[in-house]
Structures are given as structure tokens and as C-alpha cells.
């Protein structure tokens, strides 16, 4: 009889404070389409507009903002119309604040689903960031537009090899809305009443980045202070290569890189803690 083969399978918890397998989260990439897709299918379920929203919700905040901030309280554009201005901000905001306040419910919220079936639990926070990501691509669709329009009735805007930061900007978004999110979500897991203070916390975290005024508006006494917002550089950074207008804070910018760096590394290692016993607390 010739040798029998004995194979033999180890599971094991996971046992670093900073481990994360990204070829396992690549094997599940079709599970990150479907999340995705269910995220999406689910936000316009039994809506009149369904997607249409996508287009009415930001024009109806630009607008408000143009009206209240523009036109009342008269807050500067650094020369930029006001529908474009509030557009490009809102746009990067916006899918900041998507990415964090879904990712923020990722135990909370797939709880029954993660006691049933194994998977890289890392999956859900990415798939609420790419759904953020859709809010995004038809803002700056719908800004694309609205600039077109606005360059043939005779404005220019001052744009230049400095779009291709678009991309990293866009990446580092994303990761600091994943970083904010899951140390929300780990946190909830014992903590319940946070998850009522994430859309406040937003909220005032807009209003403390230049969203609706520019980064000169700032006296300067507190200027430096401010700018370790991480979000104040890249909404900065984010008008300047896409409309022109402002200044390109590179110092500020690599500030802000790093503390998003830190902040997503925390989280990880957050998330990973609370992974373990998360099904005992929730």
C-alpha cells in the first residue's frame, strides 16, 4: 500500500494587532460587489425618485448653500461662482461623510450576518466606501456639466497639470472615511450611544472644514492649528486642482496624509480587537 497523504486544516484567531490579509480581501472581491450592490439597492428602496436622488439631494444642499452662505451671509469664493464652488466641496464631503457614517454601522447593522457565515469582515467597511464612491463620480459628473456651462458664457477656470492629484486625493478620502468609520464601529460595539452622536459629529466636523468658505476666510493666528484638520488640506487641495481656485497647501497636505495614515491604522488595529468578541457585546 502506497503512503496515504494526511492534510491537515489550522484555524486560528487572528492574533496580531495589525494583521490584515489583503490577498483574502482580493479572493472576496465578488462579495465586495454584491455588499456594494445591496448598499446601493437598499438606500432607494420604495422611493418615488429612487437614483434620481443622487442628482436632487446635492443640487438642493448646493443651493441652500449659494443662498444662506452666498447670498446672506456673504462668505467669499476666492472668484469662483458660487454654484461651482459649493458644488466641488460638497462633492469630496460628501463622500467623506458617506464613507464614514456607513462604515461607522458595519457591526451594528450586518450583526445577524456575521454570526451565520465566515468572511474577511474588512469587506463591509470597503464596500460602504465604494458605495460613497457613486455620490462622488455624479457630482463631479454634474460639476463637469455646470463648469462647461459656465466657461461659454465667458468664465475661465484655472485648471492645469495639478488635476491628476484628483486621484490621490480621492484615495486619501476614501481612507480617512474607512480609518473615522471603523473606530466608530469598533467602538459602538460596547458603546451603543455613539452611534446617535455619529450624523451630530459630522455635522459639526463640515462646519470646521472649509465646505461652505475658504481656507483665507481662517484668521491666520489659527491658521496652522486649523489646517491639522485632516480635512481642511484635502477639501483645499480638492478645489484648487478641480476648479482653479485657492492655494495648493502641499505641507499641509503631507500633515494631513499622515494623520489620515494613523488614523486608518488605529482603526485596523480597533477593528481587529473587537472582531473577535464583537458577537458576545452586540
Known sequence: MGERNHFKTHIRPQTEWFEVDLGEIFRYKDLIFLFFKRN????????ILGPL???????????????????????????????VFYLCS????????????????TFTTNAALMG???FPRLVMPISSVLTGMIDLVI??????????????????????????LVFPLVLQTGMLGLGCGIIIAAMTTKYRDLAVLVSFGVQLWMYASPVV???SAMPEQYRNIYMFNPMAPIITCWRNVIIGTGELPIGYWGISWVITVLILFAGVIMFNRVEKTFMDTV
Open 139 to 164: 457630482q463631479v459628473m454634474m460639476l463637469i456639466v455646470i463648469m462647461i456651462g459656465y466657461t461659454l458664457s465667458g468664465n475661465t477656470f484655472r485648471i492645469g497639470p495639478q488635476l491628476l
Open 90 to 105: 460638497n462633492a469630496i464631503w460628501t463622500f467623506f461623510a458617506t464613507s464614514l457614517t456607513q462604515t461607522a454601522g
Open 53 to 83: 436622488w443622487l442628482i436632487f439631494n446635492p443640487l438642493i444642499t448646493v443651493l441652500l448653500y449659494s443662498l444662506v452662505f452666498g447670498n446672506i451671509a456673504g462668505l467669499s469664493t476666492d472668484g469662483a461662482p458660487r454654484l
Open 40 to 47: 446601493y439597492v437598499t438606500r432607494y428602496k420604495q422611493t
Open 213 to 215: 468658505y475658504t481656507t
Open 116 to 118: 451565520k457565515v465566515y
